[in-house]
C-alpha cells in the first residue's frame, strides 16, 4: 500500500501511542474508515498479517512503522477483517470500529438530562443487530473518565483493544461490538479524569452477573419469558387495595428450602439447566427459581397468603448481606438461576394467585471496587463528603439523590423490576435512614440541610419521584416503606405532599407486641399499655404490621425462642400472638419460619427445619396460620377497613390482673362484626363476660387451644348466645370460657 511517510500522515505517532498505550481519549477518530473516506485504520495486537475483505475484494493492510498491532490501507467498502496468526491460524472478524452509533440522539439527550425512566433500554449490554450485523452494544455513564474500554475473555481482559466512543457531553460512552453473544463475561476498564487507572467495574445497567465469588457482568437477553398474566396484571389492582387483605410471606430464597449435595463444599456445580451453583460449607445447594416456582409457590398457596416478598434480588457479592448490599441493580441474582428462570417464578406465582413483591436497596450501595464506589474516579454516583455519603453503621456508601442522573439511575431501577419482571411491588429498604441526614451519626457526623435543619431534601424528592413513577407506569402496584420514624405522610399521596407510598411497616407496632409477648404472664399487666398504646397511631398511615427477617437474627432468636415458658406455654403464646396479629388493624407480614415455631433463629447458609412439623405442637402453629389467613380473607370486618378507624373497637381494655382484651373489628354494615378476644395468663378463666357489639348468636370460628392446633379443645362448645346485661359499653354480653394463652374470634351470625 503506502510507504512510512504515507502512513504516518493516515495516523500521526502520537495517536498510534495513545491507542497502543490505552489513553486514546477518541478512538474512533483513529480507528476504522479515516474521515476522509479513503483509508483503514485497525488495531489488532499479536497479529502476523490483516486484509481488508468484502464479498469480492481483499485488500492488503500494512503494519504501522510505528507500532507492529497497527495496520493501516486503503478504505474497502462493508468490509471485514481477515487475521493471520503467527501459529499460522487465521480467522475473520468485523471491526467494530467501522460501525455508526447505535445509540439514538434522542435517548441521549434524555440520559443527559436525567429524564431517561427507560434507562435499561440503551444502557448496558444489549444483543442486537445493527446494520445487518449480530453482536452486542456496550453503553455505560462515565461523564468524567478519559476513556473507557469494554474488556471480557473475547479480548483476553486487554483494556486496549476495545476503548469506547464518547457521547459528546451527556458523559455516555458505547461500542457494538460483532460476534459477541448471550452469556459473554465482561467488565468496564476505565482511566480516570488525570488518566489514572481504576478497578475494572461491573456494569452499572447490567442484566447478568457471575456467580460470586466472581465479580463480572453477563451479557444477557431480555424479554425471553413468554408470559402468561395479563390478566393478573389488570387486575391485581383487587389484591393490592386499602380495602383487600394483604398477608405476605418473606422469603429468602436461598434458605427457605435447600438440598443435600454430593460435592464438597465450596465446590461449583451445574443444576439440570445448566445454570452454576456453588456447595454452601454444610453441604447443602439452594433450590432453583425453577423449584421455587413450584415448592415455594404452592406452599405459600396452600397457607393462604396473598403475597410472596423476596428479600432483595438484585445481584449482591457477600451472602451475608442477604441481598441488602447490592451492586447489580439491575441483574437478579444468578445464585438460583437465569433472569428468564426468576420471571418463570413471577409468573408461577401470578397462575397461583399470588402477588410477588421484592426488597428494593435504594438507600446505598457496598464499597467493593468493583462496584458503584468512584465509578469514574470520582465520587460519581455518591457524595464526595463522606459526612453526606458514608454510613458508619454498614460500611456503604449513600447515593448523591440531588444528582439528576443518579436520581433518574434509581427511579429507572425501580421501574425495571416492576416492568421486566411483572412484579406487584417493591418493598423500599431503610427509608428513615434517606429521609435524616443525622440517621445514625452524632453531631459532627453530617451536614445540615440549606435551611439548617436534618431532613434530607434531596432523598425525599427522590422518594416522591420513584412512588409517583411506579404508580403512573404499572397497573395496580403497591410500593411499601421500611421506615421507623414519625416522618409524616409517608402513606400520603405526592400530589398531596406526601411521599406516596402505598403501605408502611409498623415497626411500633412490632418492638412493642414482641416486648408484650415476650414478658413473663405474671408481669405483663404492668405492661398493658405495650399492647394498647398503638391503637392511638394505628390510623394516621396505612399500616402493615411485620414479624420480619430482622426480628430472628443477630440474637435475637426466633419467634419461638422469644415466647415464655415451657414448650407447651411457647407454643400457646405464639399461636396467640399470631391471632392477635391477624385480628388487629394492619395487612400482614410473616418471614418464613415463624409459621412453624422454628425454635433455631434464621441461618442464610441453612434449610428451615422442616422436622420440627413432625410435632404436633409444630404442625399446629402452622395450621393456625393457614386458618389466619383463612378467615382473614374470608371476613371482610377483617380487612375492609384495616387502615380506618371505623373497623375497630375495644370491648375490654381494662383487665389488667386478668390480662384479657377484646375488640370487634368491623366491616361495610351487610359484613358480619368480629369479636378478638384474648387470654393472655395461663390461667383459663370461665364465666368471663365480656360485652359484644350486636345481640344473637356468634359462631366460634377460630379457637388456637382447639384440638387441631395441637390446644386441649377448651371453649365454648362452637357459639355462644349474647344475654342482654351491658358489659364494655355494649347492651349485650356473654360468659365466655377462655382457655390459657389462648385468642378466639367469634363471627356475627347473619
Do not use: C
Request: negative net charge.
Amino acid at each position: 500500500m503506502a510507504d512510512e511517510l504515507s502512513a504516518r500522515s493516515i495516523l500521526e505517532a502520537a495517536d498510534v501511542s495513545r491507542l497502543v498505550e490505552g489513553n486514546h481519549p477518541d478512538p474512533f477518530s483513529a480507528l476504522g474508515p479515516t474521515s476522509d473516506g479513503k483509508h483503514v485504520v485497525v488495531r489488532i495486537p499479536g497479529a502476523e498479517q490483516v486484509w481488508a475483505i468484502n464479498d469480492t475484494t481483499e485488500i492488503t493492510l500494512d503494519q504501522h512503522p510505528d507500532s507492529d498491532s497497527i495496520f493501516v490501507g486503503d478504505f474497502l467498502p462493508y468490509y471485514r477483517l481477515k487475521i493471520q496468526w503467527p501459529s499460522g491460524t487465521s480467522e475473520e472478524r468485523e471491526d467494530p470500529y467501522r460501525f455508526s452509533p447505535v445509540m439514538g440522539a434522542m435517548d441521549e439527550y434524555f440520559i443527559g438530562e436525567g429524564r431517561h425512566r427507560r434507562l435499561w433500554k440503551v444502557l448496558g449490554a444489549h444483543l442486537v443487530t445493527h446494520e445487518k450485523t449480530d453482536g452486542v452494544h456496550f453503553a455505560v455513564w462515565a461523564p468524567n473518565a478519559s476513556r473507557v474500554s469494554v474488556v471480557g475473555d473475547f479480548n483476553d481482559w486487554d483494556s486496549t483493544a476495545h476503548p469506547m466512543r464518547a457521547r459528546g457531553a451527556t458523559g455516555v460512552w458505547e461500542i457494538f461490538v460483532p460476534g459477541l453473544s448471550e452469556g459473554t463475561v465482561y467488565k468496564y476498564s476505565l482511566l480516570g479524569p488525570d488518566g489514572q487507572g481504576l478497578p475494572m467495574k461491573a456494569d452499572p445497567v447490567g442484566f447478568g452477573a457471575e456467580h460470586p465469588p466472581a465479580t463480572g457482568s453477563v451479557v444477557r437477553k431480555l424479554g425471553q419469558h413468554t408470559w402468561t398474566d395479563s390478566a393478573w396484571v389488570t387486575n391485581r389492582y383487587k389484591i393490592n387495595s386499602i380495602n383487600a387483605p394483604i398477608s405476605v410471606y418473606e422469603v429468602h430464597l436461598g434458605s427457605w428450602k435447600r438440598r443435600e449435595a454430593k460435592e464438597e463444599p465450596r465446590t461449583k456445580v451445574l443444576d439440570a439447566d445448566g445454570h452454576t451453583q456453588v456447595v454452601a460449607d454444610n453441604g447443602t445447594l439452594p433450590l432453583t427459581y425453577l423449584e421455587l416456582a413450584t415448592e415455594l409457590v404452592d406452599y405459600a398457596h396452600d397457607l393462604g397468603f396473598t403475597h410472596i416478598e423476596v428479600l432483595p434480588i438484585s445481584e449482591f457479592p457477600f451472602d451475608g448481606s442477604w441481598g441488602y448490599q447490592p451492586i447489580g441493580l439491575f441483574a437478579p441474582t444468578t445464585r438460583y438461576g437465569t433472569a428468564e428462570q426468576f420471571a418463570a417464578f413471577v409468573d408461577a406465582a401470578h397462575a397461583k394467585g399470588l402477588g410477588v413483591i421484592a426488597d428494593w436497596v435504594p438507600g446505598h450501595f457496598p464499597t467493593d471496587a468493583h462496584g458503584l464506589g468512584r465509578f469514574d474516579g470520582t465520587a460519581l454516583y455518591e457524595h464526595q463528603d463522606p459526612r453526606e455519603g458514608y454510613h458508619p453503621d454498614w460500611n456503604t456508601l449513600i447515593f448523591n439523590y440531588g444528582r439528576p442522573e443518579v436520581l433518574n439511575y434509581l427511579v429507572s431501577n425501580a421501574l425495571y423490576w416492576l416492568d421486566e419482571y411483572h412484579l406487584d411491588g417493591l418493598r423500599v429498604d431503610a427509608v428513615a435512614s434517606m429521609l435524616h441526614r443525622d440517621y445514625s451519626r452524632e453531631d459532627g457526623e453530617w451536614i445540615r440541610n440549606k435551611d439548617g435543619g436534618r431532613e434530607n431534601y434531596e432523598a425525599i424528592e427522590f422518594v416522591k419521584q420513584a412512588n409517583y413513577a411506579a404508580y403512573e407506569e404499572n397497573n395496580g402496584i403497591t410500593m411499601i416503606a421500611e421506615e421507623s420514624t414519625t416522618f409524616p405522610g409517608v402513606t400520603r399521596p405526592v400530589h398531596n405532599d406526601g411521599l406516596g407510598f402505598g403501605y408502611k411497616w409498623n415497626l411500633g407496632w412490632m418492638n412493642d407486641s414482641l416486648r408484650y409477648f415476650g414478658k413473663d404472664p405474671a408481669h405483663r399487666k404492668y405492661h398493658q399499655d405495650l399492647l394498647t398504646f398503638g391503637i392511638t397511631y394505628s390510623f394516621t398511615e396505612n399500616f402493615l404490621l411485620p414479624i420480619s427477617h430482622d426480628e430472628v437474627v443477630h440474637g435475637k432468636g426466633s419467634m419461638y425462642g422469644r415466647m415464655p415458658g415451657n414448650h407447651a406455654d411457647k407454643l400457646g403464646n405464639l399461636k396467640a400472638f399470631y391471632a392477635y396479629m391477624w385480628g388487629y388493624p394492619g395487612k400482614k407480614l410473616l418471614f418464613m419460619g415463624q409459621e412453624i415455631g422454628q425454635p433455631a433463629e434464621w441461618d442464610n447458609y441453612s434449610s428451615l427445619n422442616w422436622s420440627v412439623l413432625e410435632d404436633p405442637g409444630h404442625k399446629g402453629v402452622q395450621s393456625v396460620v393457614r386458618d389466619l389467613n383463612r378467615i382473614y380473607r374470608s371476613e371482610p370486618a377483617l380487612h375492609k377497613y384495616d387502615n380506618d378507624p371505623r373497623g375497630f373497637q375495644w370491648l375490654l381494655i381494662d383487665a389488667f390482673d386478668e390480662q384479657v382484651f377484646a375488640w370487634t373489628r368491623r366491616g361495610d354494615p351487610e359484613d358480619p362484626h368480629v369479636v378478638v378476644v384474648l387470654n393472655l395468663t395461663p390461667i383459663e378463666r370461665t364465666g368471663f363476660r365480656v360485652g359484644f357489639p350486636v345481640a344473637g348468636r356468634w359462631l366460634e370460628k377460630l379457637n388456637t387451644d382447639s384440638e387441631a392446633y395441637g390446644g386441649a379443645n377448651r371453649g365454648n362448645t362452637g357459639a355462644i348466645e349474647t344475654e342482654d346485661v351491658p358489659a364494655g359499653g355494649e347492651k349485650q354480653s356473654a360468659m365466655l370460657t377462655l382457655p390459657p394463652l389462648t385468642a378466639i374470634y367469634f363471627v356475627e351470625e347473619k
